[in-house]
T-cell receptor, first 113, second 113 residues
């Protein structure tokens, strides 16, 4: 089982639609969670951190369910510029005793006019 | 401007040659990371360094080597022992602490012919 699993998509949605992505993680000791956005052939950039109580940033809402070990990202009123790959990222404890980020393989979103 | 730079953006090498990818940051970040990304896959951690003169293997360190002689610099050498070196290589850095944001450089796309 992968440490961080995401549906690869693609999710093809019309402009203005609401779309939701889920991500599951296997390590119950994971402490920090993030959503990154990656445009084609570019580097990932932080979209938002995910807090236990859930958090919202404009059209984007992130939620964490520790009991079920999943994270979600909701995008409302989709824009063409939202088209990208969304990476679910978890901060895990490595065998060395140190922490490092583990990345999901990403969910591709294509917003269509 | 503060940021992370990687050079070159595109790199072509013949099979059997070692090649060194550059990564420099002027963000005064303590930790630096090297990832590899293959098409349709998530980022996989190659090496990371939490402090100068110290570095740790990530999930796929075989065939790679790094050094961290200066806080600002974390070069990655792809050796001839790496069986499938063609990939997109991303360098990242962050402040110490689990919840701080990890910033990425623009990446180097390495093609081994």
């Amino acid at each position: 089982r992968k440490e961080v699993e995401q549906d690869p998509g693609p999710f093809n949605v019309p402009e203005g639609a609401t779309v939701a992505f889920n991500c599951t993680y296997s390590n119950s000791a994971s402490q920090s969670f993030f959503w990154y956005r990656q445009d084609c052939r570019k580097e990932p950039k932080l979209l938002m951190s995910v807090y236990s109580s859930g958090n919202e940033d404009g059209r984007f809402t992130a939620q964490l369910n520790r009991a079920s070990q999943y994270i979600s990202l909701l995008i409302r009123d989709s824009k063409l510029s939202d088209s990208a790959t969304y990476l679910c990222v978890v901060n895990n404890l490595l065998d060395t005793g140190r922490r490092a980020l583990t990345f999901g393989s990403g969910t591709r979103l294509q917003v269509q006019p | 401007d503060g940021g992370i730079t990687q050079s070159p953006k595109y790199l072509f090498r013949k099979e059997g040659q070692n090649v060194t990818l550059s990564c420099e940051q002027n963000l005064n970040h303590d930790a630096m990371y090297w990832y590899r990304q293959d098409p349709g896959q998530g980022l996989r951690l190659i090496y990371y360094s939490q402090i100068v003169n110290d570095f740790q293997k990530g999930d796929i360190a075989e065939g790679y080597s790094v050094s961290r002689e200066k806080k600002e610099s974390f070069p990655l050498t792809v050796t001839s022992a790496q069986k499938n070196p063609t990939a997109f290589y991303l360098c990242a850095s962050k402040l110490a602490g689990g919840k701080s944001e990890q910033f990425f450089g623009p990446g180097t796309r390495l093609t081994v012919l």
